[in-house]
């Protein structure tokens, strides 16, 4: 069974960092871009970072350039998104997804929406707030 599950979520201080892990079964990453997407109330789920499995090329979000990081444990078929200096509007629901690389021309960036996604994870919430 495929499966992703995330954890890692919670409440953190503006200017706080936090750790979201996405863990993988049923199906190895190297055949797909897995990233971190989120949804703020009101608002349409955002992809936010990306890691290709074939490549290991990453793709992040302007908003969250130089804060964020992607990062793959191939042993434990793992994704993480290390967060720091983190904002308000950084709130929002976590999804994990992932996107299999139907075309091998295709860039991180363009899979890494929505639209793309073949499995998602439950979710996890982060709140920043003081």
């Known amino acids: 069974q495929l499966q992703l599950v995330e954890s890692g979520g919670g409440l953190v201080q503006p200017g706080g960092s936090l750790r979201l892990s996405c863990a993988a079964s049923?199906?190895?990453?190297?055949?797909?871009?897995i990233g971190w997407f989120r949804q703020a109330p009101g608002k349409e789920r955002e992809g936010v970072s990306c890691f290709n499995g074939r490549d290991y090329s990453t793709s992040y979000a302007d908003s969250v350039k130089g804060r964020f990081t992607i990062s793959r444990d191939n042993a434990k078929n793992t994704v993480y998104l290390q967060m720091n200096s983190l904002k308000p509007e950084d709130t929002a629901v976590y999804y994990c997804?992932?996107?299999?690389?139907?075309?091998?021309?295709?860039?991180?960036?363009?899979?890494?929406?929505?639209?793309?996604?073949?499995?998602w994870g439950q979710g996890t919430q982060v709140t920043v707030s003081s």
């Open positions: 997804g992932a996107a299999f690389i139907r075309n091998l021309r295709a860039t991180t960036e363009s899979l890494c929406v929505s639209s793309q996604q073949d499995y």
């Open positions: 049923g199906f190895t990453l190297d055949y797909y871009v």
